[in-house]
């Protein structure tokens, strides 16, 4: 059973453009959620979408957005760039439903450094 | 909202002993706590978990201790290795909302050979 692919794993901008992530789930899973991981603040939810729906959302200002396809893909965005928005940004995957819903499962993370 | 508090946040242990990682939590309505292992470069990868409704669940030398009335969970490892090495996070989060979990800050436990 192929795992949790995000891509790219390394990005590089400059403050003020945009950038966007990709997630892609392993198969079966409907749920995806989204880590912004930095040292000073450790793992922080961004938002989590099930079934091409936002289910949950975190603290994060609206320059941080997402979406989810019908193949459970998803997509992050993150507008106007600032220097802390430097990060790994992880994206977990799980059932989003049923017995085994709690059960989630993390990519290796997109590794973002702005500049 | 949900508040996770792990201590230490650093822990060297000699290779072959124990331990031990704690977390608090503060909502009652959290019940579902898993632990994370995360090696450099790598996304975290669940490693144990346990439920409300258990106070204590082992998988080899890994088990976690679940306390409901003081809200307080924790990781024991035995017979630690060097290969244990490693940043740990504990979580909370509800079962029924399980999309959204909040993390403690992570444990650096480094097992001395």
């Known amino acids: 059973k192929a795992g949790v692919t995000q891509t790219p794993r390394y990005l590089i901008k400059t403050r003020g453009q945009q950038v966007t992530l990709s997630c892609s789930p392993i198969s079966g899973h409907r749920s995806v959620s989204w880590y912004q991981q930095t040292p000073g603040q450790g793992l922080q939810f961004l938002f989590e979408?099930?079934?091409?729906?936002?289910?949950n959302k975190g603290n994060f200002p609206g320059r941080f957005s997402g979406r989810q396809f019908s193949n459970s893909r998803s997509e992050m965005n993150v507008s106007t760039l600032e220097l802390g928005d430097s990060a790994l940004y992880l994206c977990a995957s799980s059932p989003g439903q049923g017995p085994m819903n709690t059960e989630a499962f993390f990519g290796q993370g997109t590794r973002l450094t702005v500049v | 909202g949900e508040n996770v508090e792990q201590h230490p946040s650093t822990l060297s242990v000699q290779e072959g002993d124990s331990a031990v990682i704690k977390c608090t939590y503060s909502?009652?309505?959290?019940?579902?706590f898993p632990w994370y292992k995360q090696e450099l470069g790598k996304g975290p990868q669940l490693i144990i978990d346990?439920?409300?409704?258990?106070g204590e669940k082992k998988d080899q030398r890994i088990a976690v201790t679940l306390n409901k009335t003081a809200k307080h969970f924790s990781l024991h490892i035995t017979e630690t290795q060097p290969e244990d090495s490693a940043v740990y996070f504990c979580a909370a989060s509800q079962r029924t909302n399980a999309g959204k979990s909040t993390f403690g800050d992570g444990t650096t436990l480094t097992v001395k050979p």
């Open positions: 909502d009652s309505a959290s019940n579902y």
């Open positions: 979408y099930f079934s091409e729906t936002q289910r």
């Open positions: 346990i439920r409300s409704n258990v």
